[in-house]
């Protein structure tokens, strides 16, 4: 070949690769630790294994195919397994978020986040979220150390619905096992098996076919950039607790969250909502000291309806998890009961 040629050749390569590179989307990566960063002592533990071993740069070595998809880059914001995820964590992560999508050079954040509480994180950020660029929310059922480790190919699948321009607008997703999930509306339903977060009533956003996004739906419920929730400047966040329903369901627990002081409540009924007369004397007292109460259903689907003979707020849809994330967003707000039973039928 004609020296000119080989070097008018290569300088074209050169040139369609830097073009390539800095055209792809830029997204980063926030890992905070969980089943997807664990090891366990051999290859077919799936259980007893320790969570948020491995840090972000070597998930990211793991899956050298994110660099056809994306210029991918991380930042380690916790390495816990998600049972101790705290509120303080979590807007820390929000307020992470904000600045990153900020950005003009960043396109899109992939978050990897044990499963246990993934659900709660997601739906905060879906709340709280400042921008229509995507958020994904990525984990796995087993750990880094397994020999059919799901990890490694539900973070590729979270970068490219990530990389995505059609993900723009549809608020905070949850992408595992080839499913595109909600925030407001995926939850685990599972201890153990990979097809864990679903949305039983209202289904998936779209699913992931041959490494390709495939959007069916959007979310009607305000999220992201329509929501008024701000917390980029909060230092923190109020305090709610989750009081569980059941037969003998005693009064004495509503005394000691008055007593802590606690900001919000949260009753998970039976059935619809369904409050005991023990139940119902601690609520009304807890109201009576200042405190907002939300009924919810322990069941995990269905609506909570308002009921004029039954005290408290009610949690429309949200189970009592998601309704905790809610109402400690809706206080930073307001303690206005009427603008907070609209937050529950809007967000």
Do not use: C, W
Not at 87 to 102: C, F, G, P, R, Y
Not at 113 to 127: C, K, P, S, W
Not at 288 to 297: D, F, L, P, Q, T
Request: charged share 20%; proline share 3%.
């Amino acid at each position: 070949m004609n020296i000119r040629i080989f070097i008018a050749v290569a300088l074209l390569f050169i040139s369609q690769s830097i073009f390539s590179a800095t055209t792809q989307p830029h997204i980063v990566i926030l890992a905070t630790g969980g089943t997807i960063a664990g090891t366990a002592a051999n290859t077919t533990q799936t259980s007893g294994y320790k969570s948020g071993e491995i840090g972000v740069q070597t998930l990211i070595n793991a899956v050298p195919e994110m660099k056809n998809i994306a210029r991918v880059d991380g930042q380690q914001i916790a390495n816990i397994g998600s049972e101790n995820m705290t509120s303080d964590i979590i807007l820390k992560l929000s307020q992470q978020v904000n600045t990153l999508l900020a950005r003009d050079d960043v396109d899109g954040v992939v978050i990897t986040h044990g499963t246990d509480t993934l659900d709660e994180t997601a739906y905060f950020l879906n709340l709280t979220v400042k921008s229509d660029k995507p958020v994904v929310f990525t984990a796995a059922m087993r750990p880094a150390t397994a020999i059919s480790a799901d990890g490694a190919m539900n973070l590729l699948e979270a970068v490219t619905v990530a990389a995505d321009p059609n993900a723009r607008g549809r608020g905070v997703m949850v992408v595992l096992n080839d499913r595109i999930g909600s925030a407001r509306f995926v939850t685990k339903t599972n201890a153990t098996t990979l097809d864990t977060f679903k949305a039983t009533e209202q289904g998936y956003l779209g699913i992931i076919v041959n490494g390709t996004p495939q959007f069916e739906t959007r979310v009607e419920k305000v999220h992201t950039l329509r929501s008024v929730f701000d917390v980029r400047n909060l230092r923190k966040l109020p305090e709610v607790v989750i009081i569980y329903g059941y037969q003998d369901d005693p009064e004495y627990m509503y005394d000691a969250a008055i007593s802590h002081h606690v900001d919000g409540i949260i009753y998970a009924g039976t059935g619809a909502g369904s409050v005991s007369v023990r139940s119902e004397a601690g609520i009304r007292k807890a109201e009576e000291a200042g405190i907002i109460v939300i009924r919810s259903s322990r069941t995990g689907n269905g609506v909570v309806p308002v009921d004029k003979g039954q005290p408290g707020l009610v949690a429309d849809s949200l189970n009592p998890a998601k309704a905790r994330i809610l109402l400690m967003t809706a206080l930073t707000q307001t303690k206005n009961p009427e603008l907070i039973q609209y937050y529950f039928r809007t967000y």
